[in-house]
């Protein structure tokens, strides 16, 4: 296995006067500036057959566009961009229909256009980059992350973002598990790190004016320092109905703070080096799609595509468009029969929230109600039924 690593710088400039995106989707936020960088991490893999490029964003969401045939164009038999779905970050994607996009501003020289060209510049920075690897896998786990949605006695449903700071009301699932992967030269020096968690990036709330990448991008700030030279990539996982118990206010030092308890036991796990993946794992990308009824217009059809990439024998990642609940995650570790399968939200587009259907029957935000409900509520879990199968 050969991989290559890009960091690409994607904060627009100027930073100030940037339309925003997560708790809005029209043109009514404009920035005052970024507070921190945006990149794009690009990790190139190449089992000798194929290469796969996986691109860890600060944004909320970003759909293939014109990627792919740039992506081929340069040799890339696989393009997963992977959003962490950060509230703070430019408007490029439409939340209010599927796989919509915004290519709207600044008039003539479209942001989503530029970071597009900005993402391919990496991927061939990458592929010049390919170097011989060694992959491992380790586990840890944190206690960042509560469901937000309350289930009362009565059987309703209170969504309880910005009120569980002391971590005093009941919630439901979560998962703390973190996985880990690493990516080390032959020497043994660390050329990338996977982390992967499950919460949503909104540390920061609805009146922050600020460009952000928000916990994660502290992370992986974090982990750059501590393992020079490295790349740090954060993964989402199934962070539909999970906040981080510091949400939805405007004070910096909780996104630091929560990010850097999640830097440092990835940096713990990473140290440990966790289990060795076979010498020379191979490289498959299964390609996937469903198509499903609108949620709100079942006389209407969406196509969702999606896909498993499976790096050898032991390793898997389910890669979803949207907002998947934690306990499609859950469910999906439980009944995997490779060891180390991660779910990702965010990934190759966004259409919308996919819930479980006993979340669906209970309701609340993102279950039964919001904008951000385009498809079936069975979508979900029909997705993690159909990778299972293609992984047996």
Same mark, same amino acid.
């Given at each position: 296995?050969?991989?290559?690593?890009?960091?690409?710088?994607?904060?627009?400039?100027?930073?100030?006067?940037?339309?925003? !995106?997560?708790?809005?989707?029209?043109?009514?936020?404009?920035?005052?500036?970024?507070?921190?960088?945006?990149?794009?991490?690009?990790?190139?893999?190449?089992?000798?057959?194929?290469?796969?490029?996986?691109?860890?964003?600060?944004?909320?969401?970003?759909?293939?566009?014109?990627?792919?045939?740039?992506?081929?164009?340069?040799?890339?038999?696989?393009?997963?961009?992977?959003?962490?779905?950060?509230?703070?970050?430019?408007?490029?994607?439409?939340?209010?229909?599927?796989?919509?996009?915004?290519?709207?501003?600044?008039?003539?020289?479209?942001?989503? =256009?530029?970071?597009?060209?900005?993402?391919?510049?990496?991927?061939?920075?990458?592929?010049?980059?390919?170097?011989?690897?060694?992959? !491992?896998?380790?586990?840890?786990?944190?206690?960042?992350?509560?469901?937000?949605?309350?289930?009362?006695?009565?059987?309703?449903?209170?969504?309880?973002?910005?009120?569980?700071?002391?971590?005093?009301?009941?919630?439901?699932?979560?998962?703390?598990?973190?996985?880990?992967?690493?990516?080390?030269?032959?020497?043994?020096?660390?050329?990338?790190?996977?982390?992967?968690?499950?919460?949503?990036?909104?540390?920061?709330?609805?009146?922050?004016?600020?460009?952000?990448?928000?916990?994660?991008?502290?992370?992986?700030?974090?982990?750059?320092?501590?393992?020079?030279?490295?790349?740090?990539?954060?993964?989402?996982?199934?962070?539909?109905?999970?906040?981080?118990?510091?949400?939805?206010?405007? *004070?910096?030092?909780?996104?630091?703070?929560?990010?850097?308890?999640?830097?440092?036991?990835?940096?713990?796990?990473?140290?440990?080096?966790?289990?060795?993946?076979?010498?020379?794992?191979?490289?498959?990308?299964?390609?996937?799609?469903?198509?499903?009824?609108?949620?709100?217009?079942?006389?209407?059809?969406?196509?969702?595509?999606?896909?498993?990439?499976?790096?050898?024998? *032991?390793?898997?990642?389910?890669?979803?468009?949207?907002?998947?609940?934690?306990?499609?995650?859950?469910?999906?570790?439980?009944?995997?029969?490779?060891?180390?399968?991660?779910?990702?939200?965010?990934?190759?587009?966004?259409?919308?929230?996919?819930?479980?259907?006993?979340?669906?029957?209970?309701?609340?935000?993102?279950? =039964? =109600?919001?904008?951000?409900?385009?498809?079936?509520?069975?979508?979900?879990?029909?997705?993690?039924?159909?990778?299972?199968?293609?992984?047996?």
């Amino acid at each position: 296995m050969r991989a290559g690593i890009a960091r690409i710088d994607l904060t627009p400039e100027p930073a100030v006067g940037v339309y925003m !995106s997560g708790y809005t989707n029209s043109h009514d936020k404009p920035s005052e500036g970024a507070h921190d960088p945006l990149f794009a991490r690009v990790l190139l893999l190449d089992d000798g057959r194929r290469r796969i490029a996986l691109v860890a964003l600060d944004l909320i969401g970003l759909n293939p566009g014109r990627l792919p045939g740039m992506a081929r164009n340069l040799g890339v038999d696989g393009l997963l961009l992977a959003a962490s779905h950060t509230h703070g970050g430019p408007m490029v994607i439409d939340l209010e229909v599927p796989y919509g996009e915004d290519r709207h501003w600044p008039e003539g020289t479209p942001y989503l =256009s530029w970071v597009e060209e900005r993402i391919a510049e990496g991927i061939a920075q990458a592929k010049a980059a390919l170097q011989p690897v060694r992959l !491992s896998v380790g586990r840890g786990a944190v206690d960042l992350s509560f469901n937000r949605r309350l289930l009362k006695p009565d059987g309703s449903v209170e969504m309880i973002w910005g009120q569980n700071r002391e971590r005093r009301r009941p919630f439901g699932p979560a998962d703390p598990e973190v996985g880990v992967v690493r990516v080390d030269g032959l020497e043994g020096q660390p050329v990338a790190l996977f982390c992967h968690y499950a919460c949503h990036p909104v540390v920061l709330g609805p009146e922050n004016r600020w460009l952000t990448a928000d916990f994660p991008g502290y992370a992986c700030a974090y982990l750059e320092r501590q393992f020079p030279g490295a790349l740090a990539l954060f993964l989402q996982g199934g962070c539909g109905d999970l906040d981080p118990y510091v949400d939805v206010q405007n *004070d910096f030092d909780p996104a630091r703070e929560q990010g850097e308890v999640l830097g440092r036991e990835v940096a713990r796990v990473a140290r440990e080096r966790g289990v060795a993946l076979e010498e020379e794992p191979w490289l498959e990308l299964i390609r996937l799609s469903r198509e499903c009824r609108r949620y709100y217009k079942p006389e209407e059809r969406c196509r969702i595509e999606y896909s498993v990439l499976r790096v050898g024998r *032991d390793l898997a990642f389910l890669n979803l468009p949207g907002e998947p609940f934690v306990e499609l995650q859950l469910e999906l570790k439980r009944r995997s029969t490779l060891p180390h399968t991660f779910l990702l939200g965010y990934v190759n587009g966004y259409a919308g929230y996919f819930p479980t259907l006993q979340a669906n029957r209970e309701g609340g935000y993102g279950a =039964s =109600s919001g904008g951000t409900m385009h498809v079936e509520a069975a979508a979900g879990e029909a997705m993690v039924a159909e990778a299972l199968a293609a992984l047996r």
